[in-house]
């Protein structure tokens, strides 16, 4: 009896996909060919995206010659169409006949088969690449990693040069492609380089380009196409990465391998040790920020090491030789797997999206999972044009999430407390989050108000997973935040306490005239704003603002700056908190104290105690009372006349030395003469610049001393802005003091008649 040992399930998975990939077999065949669907995207691979459990080949048939339909689906979004169903394998990314050389009448499909032949090795390599996930590298030998490099590159390779065309008496784009990929399939990637090493001594690099140029390539250049092959192989190194966990990377028709694996070809001046060689703004391209190496050879020899190939070899045609050569076969190359975070396989994906034409089509494994990567594209503002083709994917996907969402928790509860349950946070946050969006473009929810819409999705935001919509958001926050640090350095008590939250809902008016002050002021502050006419455009901005509102409301420093930006700020910002805050407790027990004890003995000067009112009044955090909001608006008033230069100019040397001393520091320290001195001439000068400005002269009621305070609160906040943004100004008015007053305002100053 004959014994027949039965194949292992991984050598059962390699036999089918080499029946796979032999579709055709190569044969010759006197009958005339029938129409063949051939796909410019491997079996193999698409069976990677497949609805539902994969199927063996065995039961793939079974189940097609009980029902006679192809068991075997992707989802497939026709962006023509705006459509999203699921196809069969075999009717998509292929088109008939693509490669038959209707030329070769012994064997129209011979160039088909060819092809079969080298996706079977492929598959069979991202089989094994697949397998070696877990352990976070893999490795190959050279001539498997040559067929590989060999695969991809004709997967990629559609279009071609019209001066080769013309050389060849090529009279087609279809005669060429065909022409080409015989080419390529018939030389092994050994001798393609050895081709491309031998042109390259004959003509030079830069006699090659000048050819390609100029269309003056001989008709005699053979193996021209040799070119190409070498300075891709030559220029780009691969880099192995795996989606995040609970992420996928999706499929068009410019890049494919698998949910999990995307094959990356990296240009060489981003190997390690380079990229700090080469300018910033050499490269403008994503993902720069991923740290990936090229394979580490182990040559035959025994020696290790990326560069060694250009020590031991003196020119290309010496390197071409040992690669082809036997003892180069044995060499290997251990390749890292770089696993992406989550919002790196967003941005991959990215890129994939907005190289997608009105005319491709897409597919994914997971609608969950393309959801969130769809959400992420489009809340780019620099993808906006790009993801417009995307709209009707997300209106299918939202339908499918929303099914889901009702099914796992009852319509009753609201995203807020699904969020407060113990779920997994990537599964369900996420999804809820981005169906909160899609119900607001859709306009399924409605809200009373636009803040009260973007509070809930900025709550909503805080307990996410990072995604690309919210880290947009909060870089362009961080800018307009910084620049409002920088304008008020100075760091009062509380800095980073949180004091009182924003309120969850305010009135129409009040978020109207928010948005419609806060915009602008957020951009001008260097916060790169959408501006669209788009719903989703519209609303990333809204959020955005009240992000860095919810940010600048727990840093004292900052909430003044913001607040003396403008007249408007005063009487707009009070009214996103609740009355009687904190900070209003502080300010009215403060000058309450203040007012009954006339003059506190723990102040040195009128100075001091405008200098301590000014900390508490309007550097303590968000307020909602009269005395810290007229503060503001004085401030306010004083740094746009300033700003503007409305004095004229200073006569010499005051109008050529530095305006700007950012680290200026008021002391709060000084005698009562100078104080008085101070104050007089300040109040002088405003009195002046400032039209209808008449000073408080002060009083015994409780009003007329807090309005005299107020003056000066702003007179102190005035001179410490003049000291750090217009110096040169300050100088002229502190020079016209008496001489020998031992006068000092600043600290690290000597004191001086003058400053």
């Excluded at 520091?665 to 104080?675: F, G, I, N, V, W």
Aim: charged fraction near 25%.
């Amino acid at each position: 009896m004959t014994r027949h040992r039965r194949n292992t399930p991984k050598q059962q998975a390699r036999t089918e996909l080499a029946g796979e990939a032999q579709k055709t077999d190569g044969s010759p065949s006197s009958c005339a060919p029938m129409t063949q669907y051939q796909h410019f995207i491997p079996r193999f691979i698409l069976r990677r995206f497949q609805v539902g459990p994969v199927k063996s080949k065995t039961e793939r048939q079974k189940e097609f010659r009980h029902t006679g339909v192809d068991p075997e689906y992707v989802h497939y979004y026709d962006i023509a169409t705006g459509s999203l169903d699921i196809r069969p394998v075999g009717k998509v990314y292929g088109v008939p006949d693509f490669y038959q050389d209707v030329r070769n009448t012994y064997n129209i499909n011979e160039l088909e088969g060819k092809l079969a032949d080298l996706e079977r090795h492929a598959a069979s390599i991202i089989m094994d690449l697949h397998e070696a996930l877990p352990q976070g590298t893999f490795t190959l030998k050279r001539r498997p990693l040559e067929l590989l490099r060999k695969f991809l590159f004709i997967m990629h390779y559609r279009k071609w040069i019209e001066s080769f065309m013309k050389a060849k008496g090529i009279q087609s784009a279809v005669e060429c492609w065909l022409y080409v990929l015989r080419y390529y399939l018939d030389t092994s990637h050994s001798d393609i380089m050895r081709d491309a090493a031998e042109l390259v001594e004959k003509y030079g690099e830069e006699g090659l380009l000048k050819m390609i140029t100029e269309s003056h390539i001989p008709p005699d250049l053979e193996h021209f196409p040799a070119h190409t092959y070498h300075i891709h192989a030559d220029n780009y190194f691969f880099s192995i990465w795996e989606a995040a966990e609970g992420e996928e990377f999706i499929l068009t028709h410019n890049a494919f391998v698998s949910p999990r694996i995307a094959i990356v070809l990296r240009h060489v001046v981003l190997r390690p040790g380079m990229k700090e060689c080469i300018k910033p703004d050499l490269f403008v391209s994503s993902l720069l920020h991923v740290n990936t190496a090229p394979s580490t050879p182990i040559y035959a020899s025994g020696e290790r090491g990326t560069h060694i190939d250009h020590v031991n070899f003196q020119s290309a045609m010496s390197l071409a030789r040992y690669r082809s050569s036997q003892e180069g076969a044995n060499d290997s190359f251990v390749f890292k797997i770089t696993k992406l975070s989550r919002p790196q396989t967003l941005e991959l994906n990215s890129v994939l999206l907005v190289n997608v034409t009105k005319t491709g089509s897409l597919t994914f494994l997971s609608r969950r999972s393309m959801l969130r990567t769809v959400r992420a594209f489009r809340s780019l503002p620099v993808n906006f044009l790009a993801s417009q083709l995307l709209v009707p994917l997300i209106g299918r996907l939202t339908d499918t999430m929303e099914t889901e969402v009702s099914a796992l928790h009852p319509p009753s509860q609201s995203p807020a407390a699904v969020l407060d349950q113990d779920v997994d946070a990537l599964t369900l946050v996420d999804v809820v989050l981005y169906v909160l969006l899609m119900q607001i473009c859709t306009g399924i929810r409605q809200f009373e108000t636009a803040y009260d819409r973007a509070h809930l999705v900025f709550r909503i935001m805080e307990k996410s997973k990072p995604t690309l919509f919210a880290d947009e958001i909060s870089r362009e926050v961080e800018k307009a935040f910084k620049v409002c640090k920088d304008l008020e350095d100075e760091m009062p008590v509380g800095e980073g306490v949180s004091f009182t939250p924003l309120l969850s809902s305010i009135s129409n008016e009040s978020s109207s005239q928010l948005f419609q002050f806060m915009i602008p002021c957020m951009s001008r502050l260097g916060a790169v704003m959408s501006g669209g006419e788009g719903i989703l455009e519209e609303l990333q901005d809204e959020v955005m603002v009240v992000c860095f509102l919810a940010r600048a409301s727990s840093s004292p420093a900052v909430w003044h700056a913001l607040s003396c930006i403008s007249q408007q700020a005063p009487k707009i910002l009070p009214r996103l908190f609740k009355k009687d805050t904190p900070t209003d407790r502080s300010v009215m027990d403060f000058t309450r104290f203040m007012h009954e004890h006339a003059s506190p003995s723990i102040f040195s000067s009128g100075f001091h105690t405008a200098y301590a009112l000014r900390g508490i009044c309007g550097m303590f955090g968000p307020t909602t009372n009269p005395i810290s909001e007229s503060y503001y608006r004085f401030m306010a008033t004083i740094i746009q006349c300033f700003g503007r230069g409305t004095l004229g100019s200073l006569p010499e040397p005051y109008s050529s030395q530095p305006r700007e001393r950012p680290k200026a520091r008021l002391l709060y320290k000084m005698s009562e003469e100078h104080s008085e001195l101070l104050f007089s001439n300040m109040k002088m000068i405003l009195r002046e610049a400032l039209p209808g400005f008449e000073p408080s002269l002060g009083g015994s009621s409780l009003g007329q001393t807090l309005r005299k305070w107020i003056d000066e609160m702003a007179i102190v906040g005035c001179l410490a802005w003049l000291g750090k943004h217009r110096r040169n100004f300050l100088d002229y008015i502190l020079d016209g003091f008496p001489q020998g007053m031992n006068f000092k305002l600043f600290e690290d100053e000597e004191a001086t008649g003058s400053t």
